[in-house]
């Protein structure tokens, strides 16, 4: 049996974001572990499927998931936006059925860190996924810091991501603590309509005073 790791768009309609094969197979199958049950069946009911006949379950709210495959079934893993298990909920479940043995097939789609990684121009080579920063303002000034001080020393991008109504927040933290010649992009709305990728040096930040206001949003800085 397999588990099929499922990414789901990160706006707009399924067949925008993911190719006809990887909808195809997901609609072979029939029980899912998702993060959000609504938002789940919206998924699922785009793309043609049965929604009342099919078994969906919440990870976090059902710790035997993993029974699915036990029984013989294939299992198909969902999250909110783009790939599971990667900025979010799914990896211990991935962990679990690689543990038993089970086969664990990623299918392909949308994520918004290699998306954003592809288009900011920044360092492709080395590169770290660090999640989100710290709320409060002196550890997140801390934390900005250490993730400067490391792209400098390894040459390499750092990523992370913010809830969108903490965005310009963000922003300012960074162009307040950041060396002017650090490089930072801005990648909100990936995949829409109202995309926009944006690469500049602190210093060319501070002069634009610009805002992103709360959309989804990727930063990646690069220290020279």
């Not at 038993?100 to 592809?118: D, H, N, R, T, W």
């Not at 949003?217 to 220290?223: E, I, K, N, R, S």
């Amino acid at each position: 049996m397999i588990l099929y790791a499922i990414p789901t768009p990160l706006g707009g309609a399924p067949s925008d974001a993911l190719p006809a094969p990887a909808i195809e197979q997901v609609k072979r199958i029939k029980d899912f572990a998702v993060e959000n049950a609504k938002n789940a069946r919206a998924f699922l009911g785009a793309i043609g499927m049965p929604v009342r006949e099919l078994n969906i379950k919440v990870i976090g709210e059902d710790s035997e998931l993993i029974a699915v495959l036990r029984e013989g079934r294939d299992l198909g893993l969902l999250s909110e936006a783009g790939c599971p298990a990667i900025a979010d909920p799914g990896a211990q479940l991935v962990e679990a059925a690689h543990r038993e043995g089970f086969k664990v097939v990623p299918l392909i789609g949308p994520s918004s860190i290699v998306l954003a990684l592809m288009a900011s121009g920044l360092e492709g080579q080395r590169f770290a996924f660090c999640g989100y920063l710290p709320r409060e303002a002196p550890e997140r000034a801390r934390r900005i810091r250490e993730l400067e001080q490391r792209s400098k020393r390894e040459s390499e991008t750092e990523i992370f991501i913010e809830t969108p109504y903490r965005n310009d927040a963000l922003l300012a933290a960074l162009m307040e603590t950041c060396a002017p010649q650090t490089k930072l992009c801005v990648a909100a709305d990936l995949t829409l309509a109202t995309e926009s990728v944006t690469t500049k040096t602190i210093q060319e930040w501070r002069r634009a005073k610009a805002a992103i206001g709360r959309r989804p949003a990727v930063f990646l800085l690069l220290a020279d």
